[in-house]
């Protein structure tokens, strides 16, 4: 759709989206959706990270540390009742994962990091890892006679 720049990001962008974009019912395979925006910050002694996770509860959280990465999934099935006989023109549920990844390196261990979920947001706390000094290793090159 051909439309000033201007709008792009703006609050009409999903209005004529849905409108000139939707299917009706015909799933697309494809999500525009806003979720797992990540803030990190550098303290003094460690890395803070915030990711916003709207509509997870923490059991449908898992962090992972596995070969100097840090991997962030959050889960969500939809659940169907049987009994409910609601008849719905559009669902904008979402069931599926999301999944994001950041390399700490291999020097970081699991007790390195602290995690809290509340309120929709990962907290994760980072522990900077002392960099260990360069020692300066002399190689000398043998003289022949």
Do not use: C
């Not at 950041?102 to 890892?129: P, S």
């Amino acid at each position: 759709m051909l439309r000033p720049s201007i709008l792009e990001d703006g609050f009409l962008d999903n209005i004529f989206d849905d409108f000139f974009h939707d299917t009706f019912g015909q799933s697309t395979g494809i999500r525009s959706v806003s979720a797992m925006n990540t803030d990190i910050v550098e303290l003094e002694h460690a890395y803070q990270i915030e990711m916003e996770l709207p509509g997870f509860s923490k059991e449908d959280v898992r962090a992972e540390l596995k070969d100097g990465y840090l991997i962030i999934r959050a889960s969500r099935k939809e659940s169907k009742s049987e009994k409910e006989n609601k008849r719905y023109i559009r669902k904008e549920r979402y069931s599926g994962h999301y999944q994001r990844s950041f390399y700490l390196g291999r020097a970081i261990k699991e007790d390195d990091i602290k995690a809290v979920f509340k309120n929709g947001i990962l907290m994760l706390e980072v522990a900077k890892k002392e960099k260990m000094p360069k020692v300066q290793e002399s190689k000398y090159i043998a003289i022949e006679d």
